[in-house]
């Protein structure tokens, strides 16, 4: 069964710090990747995916994703976060033969002004 | 263009009773997915409908179910609720071009079981 792993549950950052936000996943092949995220009271949104070419994708408000094929990885980062990124993110996969995207866990972050 | 509308937004029920939520599509979004979210537990797949169809079911209990009518319109119910039940129930749309997996969410419908 495909899996999805977001390795870090809880984030608190200062405003201008630096994101990472890791996102592994268990089977290779052909995948399209995603990160959606959810602000505070509203609905999850569409961050940013990836489907083919090249593997650094550039999303809304700032937001990037690189697709690393040889670690199954598509981290999402942001160079200087801000206190309106404060959200939950989840990372998405689809593939394996399956169109119905598995989600991970998701990463709740907090920003401090 | 309007985006996925669910109803109710909220609502408490207590155990053993059941409950009906329902699910506006994107016009012109033929599958509709319904996901259950938890705390610590994301997003947990429930089913999803194609043209009235169920294409795909998550590892749910038969007590979980769901339907689409012809207008894409798509309802589940839970029945004999129970109080792990209590979560948020998005639903989401998609297009049925290229089946890319990029999915539209409802704010979803919050469900609290006493």
């Known amino acids: 069964a495909q899996s999805v792993s977001q390795h870090n549950h809880h984030v608190i950052l200062s405003e201008a710090a630096s994101l990472e936000l890791g996102c592994n996943y268990s089977?290779?092949?052909?995948?399209?990747l995603f990160w959606y995220v959810q602000y505070p009271g509203q609905h999850l949104q569409l961050l940013l995916k990836y489907f083919s070419g090249d593997p650094l994708v550039k999303g809304i408000k700032g937001f990037e994703a690189e697709f690393i094929k040889s670690k199954f990885s598509f981290n999402l980062r942001k160079p200087s976060v801000q206190w309106s990124d404060t959200a939950e993110y989840f990372c998405?996969?689809?593939?394996?033969?399956?169109?119905?995207?598995?989600f991970g866990r998701g990463t709740s972050l907090i920003v401090h002004p | 263009k309007a985006g996925v509308t669910q109803t109710p937004r909220y609502l408490i029920k207590t155990r053993g009773q059941q409950v009906t939520l329902s699910c506006s599509p994107i016009?012109?979004?033929?599958?509709v997915s319904w996901y259950q979210q938890t705390p610590g537990q994301g997003l947990q797949f429930l089913f999803e409908?194609?043209?009235?169809?169920?294409?795909n079911k998550g590892n749910f209990p038969g007590r979980f179910s769901g339907r689409q009518f012809s207008n894409s319109r798509s309802e589940m119910n839970v029945s004999t609720l129970e109080l792990g039940d209590s979560a948020l129930y998005l639903c989401?749309?998609?297009?049925?071009?290229?089946?890319?997996?990029?999915?539209?969410f409802g704010e979803g419908s919050r469900l609290t079981v006493l």
């Open positions: 998405a996969v689809m593939g394996g033969g399956s169109y119905i995207p598995t």
């Open positions: 989401a749309s998609s297009s049925s071009m290229g089946n890319t997996g990029e999915l539209f």
């Open positions: 016009s012109g979004h033929r599958s």
């Open positions: 409908y194609f043209s009235e169809t169920q294409r």
């Open positions: 089977y290779g092949g052909t995948v399209n």
